[in-house]
């Protein structure tokens, strides 16, 4: 059984760039969730999604957007990126069964960091 | 909204001492679920212990325990026998109940612990 895997680990981008964080699920789960971890903080919620569709959000705005796909691989898409979204962002997948959320497996991460 | 505050930015402890991280949460929920996770340099989260709310009794995992205080709305870990490999930072987490819908982790800032041989 193979774990979350995310890519790239670290990335350097400019102001006013985008970029695209990839995480590969834990084999059998169905659920993906992103979090960003500023430095000296705890992780906050950017959002979920479930079966190929967005089923929560945290306190982010538009430009963070994201997508799973039939595999249940995910992308975290950031555009216009700012120098405060010099963070790790954090992958968690997990298997949902009827509705119920399971345990969240995490990656580790991608350290972005926003010149 | 729910909130977990960790009062302690930095702890150590000697080996094979016994410490206890401090995590207070506020919510207006009943049902709902407390976690610890562990991150160490590796950066990835490692769960350590999750309490559900509804449960009295306190959670156990080897050497680390929970003293979970509902009315208080406290959820202290203590590792007992501390290892060189405990050090890393040490997360509180909340969860509101799984029947709630979309039920996101809310952390904690975190306590750096340092095991010291």
């Known amino acids: 059984e193979t774990g979350v895997t995310q890519s790239p680990t670290h990335l350097i981008k400019t102001r006013g760039q985008q970029v695209t964080l990839r995480c590969s699920s834990q084999s059998g789960h169905n659920t993906v969730s992103w979090y960003q971890q500023a430095l000296g903080q705890g992780p906050q919620f950017i959002f979920q999604y479930y079966r190929e569709e967005e089923n929560g959000r945290g306190n982010f705005p538009p430009r963070f957007s994201g997508l799973q796909f039939p595999n249940y691989s995910s992308e975290l898409n950031v555009n216009a990126l700012e120098l405060d979204d010099s963070a790790l962002y954090l992958c968690?997948?997990?298997?949902?069964?009827?509705?119920?959320?399971?345990?969240?497996?995490f990656g580790e991460g991608s350290r972005l960091t926003v010149l | 909204a729910q909130t977990v505050t960790q009062s302690q930015p930095e702890m150590s402890v000697q080996e094979a001492e016994t410490v206890t991280l401090s995590c207070t949460y506020d919510?207006?929920?009943?049902?709902?679920?407390l976690f610890w996770y562990k991150q160490p340099p590796s950066r990835q989260m490692i769960l350590v212990i999750r309490?559900?709310?509804?449960?009295?009794q306190n959670a156990t995992e080897n050497r680390f325990s929970v003293n979970f205080q509902k009315a208080a709305k406290s959820f202290s870990l203590k590792i007992s026998d501390s290892q060189l490999g405990d050090t890393a930072m040490y997360f509180c987490?909340?969860?509101?109940?799984?029947?709630?819908?979309?039920?996101?982790?809310?952390f904690g800032k975190g306590t750096r612990l340092s095991v010291i041989a």
């Open positions: 309490q559900e709310a509804y449960k009295q």
């Open positions: 919510t207006s929920e009943n049902n709902y679920y």
């Open positions: 987490a909340f969860m509101k109940g799984w029947n709630s819908g979309n039920t996101p982790l809310v």
């Open positions: 968690a997948s997990s298997l949902s069964l009827a509705g119920v959320p399971g345990e969240l497996f």
